[in-house]
């Protein structure tokens, strides 16, 4: 089934939502509900009273930010056109199009819930904040508006994309998250700013995630030379120069989210070069990079099985030296296995996975 979005579909019992573009005399903002089993279209929601599209980018759509469900309860955003929330049925519920903001290239931070709140990150080029919205009513419960963006001769679009994380730290509930020119973490319940990240650089498109004590999150140095830090996020205010563990210079990805398995930091850069890190130290545990086609964000799947996916194929790596050297001559070779696995773990707070064995991650091709 062919759907004109880039959301990534968030399944619930047999039936997986998603929002979408239809393009059927103009523009049209929906919520799509598809049979799992069969792929048939089973509800079609027009989400009515949106604004203007503006200008969509060959990267994005006009429906990237993936939908929440809870229970009987669906959640969408469109970025700087509004969010809703539905029910499964597909009935409206509350509509909120207050927050004004302007992203020329729409939207892609996908919302998160912390419980009876609905977060957004709204980084637009002319206004910047997080905002709580009361997920039974869509009103506004706290809004934060971001501060720390440099001073230059020639001002920059401050615009970023980046989901949010909740982690836990000492008790409190923090937003992790990452925007132009620092990232910060926020009182999950207030909004209250408690630490901050400087770097320098804007349009942050990956989700940070968390290991062990460590956050790991995007961010740049002279504006497009992107990086990779990891952080210890127990700091108050700036955290710039003591909360730093380490840093990856080179290689670190601009729009696939890393995925940690067991003690290792999995990530695939815009130019396709797979890598697998010490979370620890941020130590190159492979051989050699992959140097291929791009692969997209990496999937833990079964809690056995590595995906490095591009168009439609699965490499699925087994150990280190799989990964650099074993799969290398036949990743290649494209599987049409199921669509849509290429991003979804790294799109919730528990992407964090464990494994038991951390060698046996998966041995062969995806056959």
């Avoid at 009935?91 to 892609?108: M, V």
């Avoid at 957004?120 to 039974?136: E, H, I, M, P």
């Avoid at 120069?241 to 930091?265: I, N, Q, Y």
Wanted: glycine share 8%; aromatic share 8%; charged share 25%.
């Amino acid at each position: 089934m062919a759907i004109p979005a880039r959301a990534i579909p968030h399944r619930w019992s047999s039936q997986a939502g998603l929002a979408d573009i239809a393009q059927e005399k103009g523009l049209s903002l929906r919520a799509l509900c598809v049979d799992r089993k069969g792929g048939t279209l089973t509800t079609t929601r027009v989400v009515p009273g949106f604004g203007d599209f503006g200008t969509e980018e060959v990267k994005n759509s006009f429906a990237s930010p993936t939908p929440i469900i809870e229970k009987d309860r669906v959640y969408i955003h469109f970025g700087q056109r509004g969010a809703a929330c539905l029910s499964t049925s597909g009935e409206g519920i509350w509509k909120n199009t207050s927050l004004q903001y302007s992203q020329p290239y729409s939207g892609a931070s996908t919302p998160i819930l912390f419980k009876d709140s609905l977060i957004l990150t709204c980084d637009g080029t002319d206004s910047q904040f997080v905002v709580a919205l009361n997920k039974r009513t869509g009103k506004v419960v706290w809004k934060t508006v971001r501060t720390h963006f440099k001073e230059r001769a020639k001002p920059l679009p401050l615009m970023a994309y980046s989901t949010p994380l909740i982690v836990t730290v000492d008790g409190v509930p923090q937003i992790v998250s990452s925007a132009a020119d620092h990232a910060a973490a926020y009182d999950a319940r207030t909004g209250r700013e408690i630490w901050w990240l400087r770097y320098d650089g804007f349009s942050e498109v990956f989700r940070p995630v968390t290991w062990r004590g460590l956050v790991f999150l995007q961010g740049f140095e002279n504006v497009s030379e992107v990086k990779l830090y990891a952080v210890r996020p127990n700091g108050k205010g700036e955290i710039t120069k003591t909360h730093v563990e380490w840093k990856l210079d080179r290689g670190a990805p601009f729009v696939p989210s890393p995925l940690v398995v067991g003690d290792e930091l999995y990530t695939v850069s815009d130019a396709g070069i797979a890598s697998c890190l010490d979370a620890r130290t941020g130590a190159d545990l492979l051989e050699g990079p992959h140097r291929r086609q791009p692969f997209g964000i990496p999937t833990l799947r079964r809690r056995q099985d590595l995906l490095l996916q591009r168009a439609g194929s699965h490499l699925r790596a087994g150990s280190r030296k799989d990964v650099s050297t074993g799969c290398q001559e036949r990743v290649g070779q494209r599987n049409h296995c199921v669509t849509g696995r290429g991003r979804p773990s790294t799109l919730h707070s528990d992407a964090v996975t464990p494994l038991p064995n951390r060698e046996a991650v998966a041995d062969t091709l995806c056959q």
